[in-house]
């Protein structure tokens, strides 16, 4: 059987038919196409499928579809504005905040959230804020940095 839900999508809304156990990254991947949201782990340790719903981070390799319903969902593809990236995105340009890719969106939306609620964290912040976002490829040096420049801690 499967149930009918409407949410926003990057400011888009969406009305579909789906599964009760069908998961909200797959929502987003495979119904809508935005696969910038990645799944890593499959059990909400890694962060690479970390999106914002109702402004609030959450995993969605976790989140059941359902669930969605009537939420407003953010995904690193609805983070530039008017095709202008956000500070958090450039930053993590410039200073190289990212290798593989996997996990960067998860990290650019984590830290996009974070900036949101505490606009000049310490290093200590950040890095218990991001503790839920991992990264195989980094040391996570230039992901502190990328989030420290884009709070305008660093040039």
């Given at each position: 059987?499967?149930y009918p839900?409407?949410l926003?999508?990057?400011?888009?809304?969406h009305?579909?038919e789906?599964?009760?156990?069908?998961l909200?990254?797959?929502?987003l991947r495979?119904d809508?196409?935005?696969?910038?949201?990645?799944?890593?782990?499959?059990?909400g340790?890694?962060?690479?499928?970390?999106?914002?719903?109702?402004?609030a981070?959450?995993?969605?390799?976790l989140t059941?579809g359902v669930?969605?319903n009537?939420?407003a969902?953010?995904?690193v593809?609805?983070?530039?504005?008017?095709?202008?990236?956000?500070?958090i995105q450039?930053?993590?340009?410039?200073h190289g905040?990212?290798?593989?890719g996997?996990?960067?969106p998860?990290?650019?939306?984590?830290a996009?959230?974070l900036?949101?609620?505490?606009p000049?964290?310490?290093?200590?912040?950040?890095?218990?804020?991001?503790?839920?976002n991992l990264?195989?490829?980094?040391?996570?040096?230039?992901i502190i940095?990328?989030?420290?420049?884009?709070?305008?801690?660093?040039?």
């Open positions: 059987m499967k839900i409407t926003t999508v990057n400011g888009q809304q009305s579909l789906v599964e009760p156990t069908k909200l990254v797959d929502i495979y809508l196409g935005l696969t910038g949201t990645k799944e890593g782990c499959s059990v340790v890694c962060g690479a499928c970390t999106v914002l719903m109702d402004d981070i959450v995993s969605s390799c059941l669930a969605a009537g939420k969902v953010v995904t593809e609805g983070l530039a504005q008017n095709e202008e990236l956000l500070p450039q930053a993590f340009i410039d905040g990212f290798q593989c996997i996990c960067t998860g990290q650019v939306v984590a996009k959230a900036l949101d609620i505490n000049n964290p310490t290093e200590a912040e950040i890095k218990d804020w991001m503790l839920g990264c195989r490829c980094t040391g996570y040096y230039k940095e990328s989030i420290q420049a884009a709070a305008g801690q660093k040039a």
